[in-house]
């Protein structure tokens, strides 16, 4: 068992409490604004961090809110989005573009103590949690290098502790363990699963639950038929805290200190404890304060007047190399136009694909294993997403159409299975708002290996542990199942070679089998020269049997998409009044079968706002097919292909124009299916022995194939 007695805590409280004293005084003795203070107000006062709930009726709201360069979490449903405002500038920004919004938390930095005390209260109060470690707290990340050295000293023919290649740029090193049936000897042609947490710095949920996975499956080996059976099989690689500069800020800010020994009166009125250092417990980015630029190890710390370290640092989950630099993803220059607020955005990208070294750990992992399994954990929303991050419309790297992933009908059923366990929402990221730069966009589509992320609990960034807890193992229906059984059943996919490809043959004694290639992984931009090798040692003379992801990437594959036609087969023009300010107009519509393409295009005389929306009739209910909500003085259009026949609505919805009335234009238009001729990839393998390569050949492979390879020349020459 991994558990730390509750006094380390009090020892952790106790070391701060001197140094930060002070600072914890003038840190939260912050004044609320609320929805109806005005932000010149605010700028008087500190302003608090909140968490709001943002009204976005449309999918253009979605698209118009995330051009503000506000810290966007992805916690959303089809008319709202979750947002942490930082600053005042942060709500004028939200106010002036016409949003309206609840405030949820209305002081994050109160709630942090809030959730501190119900931690040592539930402490207390049980002697060891229902976990695999039994932990009742979170972990710091020395607690997490501890603990995986453990359970490594604990479990040394089963766990391996490893350190990734590049140190963070505040020279820490990253660690994670490696899992399997006689794990210190070199692999001899198992698969990989990779999970992984803390991405986000606040999301302190996603290394628990990745770590907590690690100890449930050494403690299971043995004794649990299922675990036993699946590490025979193949591998588990765990990196619980990817993010470690960035996380170590957020989670000892999120400490907490009793400074009723050293202050007459309580700043946070009858409180029992205030936080130590608030301004960077909700940190998302990691320390990068200069692109290109290496800083002095502990530079990450001294960066308290970026306020809850939002303006500082890369999003690491859009710097991965895959569709880098497209939609979702703000660039290092602030743009007027899209009010992106560039290096200072949530969601900057960094200076290049795999620019920071968190992310090209990452990459190094993938590229030298066969990872038939990704999962990356985030908080929080309650979610599986899967690849592609964008839109299927829109127009990709090469213009064409994104499309959706080839192996979309896989990618969901799988999901599908995930979720029955945990509950959670299966779908796309795009459905919240588009991402570009992410892990599995980049892992899936380079390696063909599945991948996801996971939105990690409903409410908080790291919510009260007790929640914590019910994530992993499970409540209320999904009691006993859980992200726990989430996970074996990615754990099943992985060493499942209906879904992987099959090499065997016979090798002599020693050699090392290397599966490799090169290619280019195209950005939004560009691309970049990227890389597969992975190394399988033969131990004695014999056949040998490696699973692998197949040969051809999934971004090279052949593309489905409609070419529709320039001109329109038919047209109908309607002509309506505006409806007063606030107030909407519905008009109905009658679609037939067989339309390719469906346009409505909302245009009225002013420069000003008009919104529209439209839903289609299901027996007594109106289903939402389609939104377009741009910015002021932007005319509005909804495209939907291969419509259903059958009877719509069109709501047009007045943000604040002055127009007597407006014109709605419905155009039908005729496609035609294209598919892209796409490209099929191959593996170079080598047989080598005592380092010389003594025979190499050009290998394809799909998944669910299983293919013999002639090694008779390697076998002569060894």
Not at 235 to 257: A, I, K, W, Y
Not at 310 to 333: E, I, K, T
Not at 345 to 374: C, H
Not at 690 to 700: H, I
Request: glycine share 10%.
């Amino acid at each position: 068992m991994i558990r730390r007695p509750l006094r380390s805590r009090t020892r952790s409280r106790t070391a701060l409490a001197a140094g930060a004293a002070t600072l914890a005084l003038t840190a939260t003795m912050l004044t609320q604004p609320t929805q109806a203070t005005p932000p010149t107000a605010a700028v008087l006062d500190l302003f608090a961090p909140q968490l709001v709930t943002v009204d976005t009726p449309t999918r253009g709201d979605k698209a118009r809110l995330q051009k503000l360069g506000l810290d966007l979490t992805e916690h959303a449903g089809h008319d709202y989005v979750e947002v942490v405002l930082h600053t005042p500038a942060d709500v004028a920004a939200l106010t002036a573009a016409g949003f309206t919004y609840d405030v949820r938390i209305a002081d994050l930095v109160k709630r942090g103590v809030e959730i501190a005390e119900i931690n040592e209260a539930y402490a207390a109060r049980v002697s060891r949690s229902e976990l695999p470690s039994g932990n009742t707290d979170y972990r710091t990340l020395e607690d997490y290098n501890a603990d995986m050295a453990a359970l490594a000293k604990e479990h040394p023919t089963l766990v391996r502790k490893f350190a990734l290649k590049r140190p963070s740029l505040d020279g820490r090193t990253v660690y994670g363990v490696e899992i399997g049936r006689n794990v210190r000897a070199p692999l001899s042609g198992q698969p990989t699963f990779l999970l992984m947490g803390v991405h986000h710095a606040r999301e302190w949920p996603s290394g628990e639950l990745a770590m907590e996975f690690a100890v449930d499956l050494a403690k299971g080996y043995g004794t649990n038929k299922r675990i036993t059976s699946l590490l025979d099989r193949g591998r588990v690689m765990v990196v619980p805290v990817v993010n470690v500069d960035g996380f170590d800020l957020s989670r000892t800010d999120g400490e907490f200190v009793d400074l009723r020994a050293l202050n007459d009166s309580d700043p946070l009125g009858g409180s029992t404890s205030i936080l130590a250092t608030p301004g960077q417990a909700y940190k998302r980015k990691n320390c990068r304060v200069v692109d290109g630029q290496d800083t002095p190890d502990g530079t990450c710390a001294l960066t308290l007047n970026s306020n809850g370290g939002f303006g500082l640092g890369v999003d690491l989950n859009r710097n991965y190399g895959g569709f880098w630099g497209g939609p979702g993803a703000a660039g290092p220059v602030p743009d007027a136009q899209e009010v992106s607020t560039g290096l200072a955005d949530p969601t900057y990208r960094g200076a290049g694909p795999f620019s920071e070294p968190e992310t090209k750990n990452i990459q190094d992992l993938v590229s030298s294993r066969q990872v038939t399994m990704l999962i990356s954990n985030h908080t929080f929303s309650n979610l599986v997403l899967r690849p592609n991050g964008v839109n299927p419309s829109t127009i990709g790297f090469d213009g064409l159409p994104v499309g959706d992933a080839p192996d979309e009908t896989a990618l969901k059923q799988l999901g599908a299975k995930m979720t029955a366990a945990n509950g959670y929402a299966n779908i796309h990221g795009w459905q919240l708002y588009d991402t570009t730069g992410t892990t599995e966009d980049w892992s899936y589509n380079a390696t063909g290996g599945f991948g996801y992320t996971f939105e990690i609990g409903e409410n908080e960034f790291h919510p009260p542990f007790p929640e914590v807890v019910d994530e992993y193992v499970g409540a209320g229906k999904y009691a006993g199942k859980g992200n726990r059984e989430a996970y074996l059943v990615a754990l099943e996919h992985a060493v499942d070679t209906r879904f992987s490809g099959v090499i065997r043959g016979t090798a002599p004694k020693g050699a090392v089998i290397r599966l490799s290639k090169t290619f280019q992984t195209p950005t939004w931009e560009s691309s970049f020269r990227d890389r597969i090798n992975t190394p399988v040692r033969v131990g004695g003379a014999g056949p040998f049997s490696m699973i692998v992801n197949p040969s051809t990437r999934p971004v090279v594959q052949p593309r489905t998409y409609q070419m529709t036609a320039v001109k329109p087969s038919s047209v109908k023009v309607i002509e309506e009044t505006t409806p007063a300010p606030n107030g909407f107009t519905d008009t109905t519509f009658t679609v037939p079968a067989g339309v390719d393409l469906w346009r409505t295009e909302l245009d009225w005389p002013t420069p000003d706002d008009l919104d529209l929306t439209v839903f289609r009739k299901q027996g007594g209910e109106l289903v939402e097919v389609g939104t377009s909500g741009g910015l002021p003085g932007e005319k509005e259009m909804v495209e939907l292909p291969n419509p259903e026949a059958g009877t719509y609505v069109l709501r047009v919805i007045n943000y604040a124009s002055v127009a007597p009335s407006y014109t709605l234009t419905e155009s039908f238009f005729d496609a035609k299916v294209v598919t892209t001729q796409g490209k099929r990839e191959s593996y170079r393998l080598t047989c080598e022995k005592n380092g010389k390569v003594l025979q190499s050949m050009r290998v394809f492979i799909d998944r669910g194939q299983v293919k013999q390879v002639d090694l008779g020349e390697c076998r002569r020459r060894a």
